[in-house]
């Protein structure tokens, strides 16, 4: 399902409600099928990826295209919730120059955004972080990232796989929005201060 554009409501904007269930339907995919990713909707995702925005627009990111299966199954052993990788038609793999809280806040901003512009497409999406020094260095060995670049994260693309399960919010749940939302004041529960 595509979204579709914004509806406009005089001088007001405001969002199709498919895009709204898109946001709210994005999940992990961690099995997928062996089939490929049209290098169309590879190029779809880069764009997004170029328009993501940045700390003070830095725009601190490399990112590498992996499609080759030898690859993506190397870049499975490398860290903590990184083997699905090895199912995945592609990777887009994520290093960021520079460090602190920031990048990090970039490099998560840019997934979100890839995998949402994937979901528009019909595509799965997972992502993967290299979770140690040496995790990073095996990637950045493999890849050919310079050594001022961190490779810290990864998002597996593919066709996912409906036949196998899935994370869900049905399986573990969601918290009720009175659970993690207050208004105004800590323990606010309402708009109206009740």
């Known amino acids: 399902m595509r979204p579709q554009a914004a509806v406009h409501d005089g001088a007001m904007t405001k969002p199709a409600p498919d895009l709204l269930d898109t946001l709210?339907?994005?999940?992990?995919?961690?099995?997928?099928?062996?089939?490929?990713?049209?290098?169309?909707?590879?190029?779809?995702?880069?764009?997004?990826?170029?328009?993501?925005?940045?700390?003070?627009?830095?725009?601190p990111?490399?990112?590498?295209?992996?499609?080759?299966?030898?690859?993506?199954?190397?870049?499975?052993?490398?860290?903590?919730?990184?083997?699905?990788?090895?199912?995945?038609?592609?990777?887009?793999?994520?290093?960021?120059?520079?460090?602190?809280?920031?990048?990090?806040?970039?490099?998560?901003?840019?997934?979100?955004?890839?995998?949402?512009?994937?979901?528009?497409?019909?595509i799965g999406s997972g992502t993967a972080w290299f979770s140690s020094g040496t995790a990073r260095r095996k990637v950045r060995d493999l890849l050919g990232f310079p050594s001022h670049m961190e490779p810290w994260s990864a998002i597996g693309l593919g066709h996912t796989d409906t036949s196998q399960a899935q994370a869900s919010p049905q399986l573990s749940g969601r918290k009720a929005v009175e659970e993690i939302v207050s208004w105004g004041r800590y323990g606010v529960v309402s708009p109206s201060g009740e």
């Open 24 to 59: 709210r339907s994005l999940r992990q995919s961690r099995r997928f099928l062996p089939t490929p990713i049209a290098h169309e909707d590879l190029e779809q995702l880069l764009e997004v990826a170029r328009w993501t925005g940045s700390a003070k627009n830095t725009q």
């Open 61 to 122: 990111w490399h990112l590498i295209v992996v499609t080759e299966p030898e690859a993506n199954t190397a870049l499975a052993g490398y860290g903590d919730f990184t083997d699905f990788l090895a199912g995945v038609a592609a990777s887009i793999v994520v290093a960021v120059e520079g460090e602190g809280r920031s990048v990090a806040f970039d490099d998560g901003r840019l997934q979100e955004r890839v995998m949402l512009a994937a979901a528009a497409r019909g």
